[in-house]
């Protein structure tokens, strides 16, 4: 059965990825079948798995749900996408999902490491949504979560603007055939925006150089800094790599601004190189601190200018500019000059003396299912981290944090939608303390709830049972998807549900969503899935 994501408004829990890659197993062919026998066999998971699910910045709602019957594209590159692999252990690096949720693996032969890392960079694009690139390093097995939060270009979050998407004029050795001034709206609490001029007579290039042509398209999209960590996919705040010229640094980078300059064709190729400077500019709102005075933003103060290297997955410092203003709100401007495309920083880097790196161990005291942990320094928010399954002790490693900032840590409960604030501490200086405690309640009449997954295909002759291993669980509701837990042997244990609330337990396989839906009145459940007879003719044989 498949349901209709959004037409209860009721919490829902996801047993998702339980078995996306049930199909990595020990080949069986059964011969002299007999009847009233079941044969039943754990799955041998890939090793290294992730899972990506998509939500709109704005409302935190899925996108691509089978709702909206939109379809995300996710296309996975980097120095490392050569070790993508599918469920069946082949190599791919382009998905589609209109369930909300995409899962992938890494070929087994590789086994990522601190030291050896599986570098890539997700690109998803969805009608109506800016294209949102996430650089992500895998450094070790098992099972990883992670979560796109895309723009919609009409209605975008709180902190950030947009563009009109805009097409640009250009000839059939992709130069443009006249001047492209294009600028985001307004962006109502900063008052900020971000725009590119393109000059005629420009060729535009793809990584490679060769030129793109085509219907091309151009996106801008503004985020204040206050907003980066929550609006932008790329690493700003804490315990960010910078790099200038021959020197790598890694410090604590405040944003003052954040833009995204995009041009692609109607097949996706994106514009990466140019063949002359095109201007950039974007605002720095009045409120900024600079960290390098201390001070608000003043005209003048220099501001250096970086841009994301999705390659080696740094903030590579580009320029300086200088802070003009203020204008009628107060704010100033950053301008600069860019011969290639990317995401773009304007702000500074605490380093050396300014930083500590340490490990904190956060203890987090009380019952929980699934937790969404903030970090800020003032407003701004620098880190955020899922937490699930009562880990009862999380720890932060190698975090480089200025020294002598108070930060905030708050968990909100992912259970809920909206997410609910369900604990907050203040550190003054988490360079003079390793150890930090969090209280956290989740409220009343909350259980761990024991579930034994099988996975059927009733129509093999032994029927077949499998029992899954080293899935994902997630908590899926109208806000988004979350990881829960890892299955082992077809059980786990999910923690801190309610007694009384009514909950819908699925299962995603081969693009189909088996559910199950329960009211929590016990604390142990025998869960079995028929799969369709396609899928077990084609994986089983």
């Known amino acids: 059965m498949i349901l209709n994501w959004l037409k209860k408004q009721k919490r829902w829990i996801g047993i998702f990825t339980i078995l996306p890659f049930a199909v990595y197993y020990i080949s069986c062919n059964i011969t002299n079948p007999q009847d009233n026998i079941d044969v039943i066999f754990n799955t041998l998971s890939i ?48 998905f589609s999902t209109n369930v909300g949720l995409i899962t992938f693996g890494v070929i087994d032969s590789y086994t990522p490491t601190s030291s050896n890392p599986v570098n890539i960079t997700l690109v998803a694009s969805s009608n109506g949504y800016q294209t949102t690139s996430l650089p992500i390093s895998i450094t070790s097995t098992g099972s990883s979560a992670y979560t796109i939060r895309m723009i919609k270009t009409s209605a975008p979050p709180t902190g950030t603007s947009t563009a009109t998407p805009t097409s640009v004029p250009a000839n059939s050795s992709g130069t443009t055939t006249s001047t492209v001034n294009i600028t985001t709206s307004t962006e109502p609490a900063s008052k900020g925006n971000a725009s590119i ?48 010229g021959a020197t790598r640094s890694r410090g604590y980078l405040q944003p003052a601004a954040v833009a995204s300059y995009t041009i692609a064709n109607q097949n996706s190729q994106l514009v990466s190189k140019l063949s002359s400077p095109v201007t950039l500019s974007m605002t ?145 200086d988490l360079c003079s303390t390793n150890t930090v405690n969090l209280n956290v309640d989740q409220g009343s009449n909350l259980v761990n709830v024991n579930v034994d997954v099988t996975a059927i295909c009733p129509n093999k002759n032994p029927v077949l049972k499998i029992k899954p291993s080293g899935y994902d669980i997630f908590i899926l509701n109208q806000c988004g998807t979350e990881n829960l837990g890892t299955i082992n042997n077809g059980q786990i244990t999910l923690n801190g549900l309610k007694m009384g609330a009514t909950y819908t337990f699925g299962m995603f396989y081969k693009g189909v969503l088996y559910t199950q839906e329960h009211t929590i009145d016990q604390t142990y459940y025998n869960y079995n899935y028929n799969i369709s007879d396609s899928v077990c003719n084609s994986d089983f044989k």
């Open 197 to 244: 001029i393109i000059n005629s007579g420009t060729t535009l290039k793809d990584a490679n150089g060769n030129p793109v042509t085509g219907n091309l398209i151009a996106n801008v999209t503004y985020t204040s800094g206050s907003k980066a960590a929550n609006n932008s996919s790329m690493p700003t705040g804490l315990s960010v790599n910078v790099s200038q």
């Open 47 to 94: 090793a290294t798995n992730a899972s990506v699910n998509f939500v709109d910045a704005a409302t935190g709602a899925p996108i691509g749900s089978s709702s909206q019957r939109m379809p995300v594209n996710l296309t996975i590159t980097g120095s490392n996408s050569d070790k993508i692999v599918t469920s069946l252990n082949e190599p791919q690096t382009s």
């Open 284 to 428: 720095i709102p009045s409120n900024t601190v600079n960290i390098a005075t201390g001070n608000q933003i003043r005209s003048g103060d220099i501001v250096p200018i970086y841009s994301f290297n999705e390659t080696t997955q740094m903030w590579q410092f580009e320029t300086n500019s200088n802070a003009v203003g203020p204008d009628a709100n107060g704010n100033f401007i950053a301008s600069f000059q860019a011969t290639h495309l990317s995401y773009w920083l304007s702000g500074w880097i605490a380093s050396g003396g300014q930083v500590c790196t340490t490990d904190i161990t956060l203890n987090i005291l009380g019952s929980y299912s699934v937790l969404l942990l903030k970090l800020k320094i003032s407003d701004n928010t620098i880190l955020t981290q899922n937490v699930s399954s009562n880990q009862n002790k999380f720890v932060f490693s190698n975090l480089t944090i200025p020294k002598g900032l108070p930060v905030t840590i708050e968990a909100y409960s992912l259970l809920e939608c909206p997410a609910v604030l369900v604990g907050s501490t203040t550190v003054q």
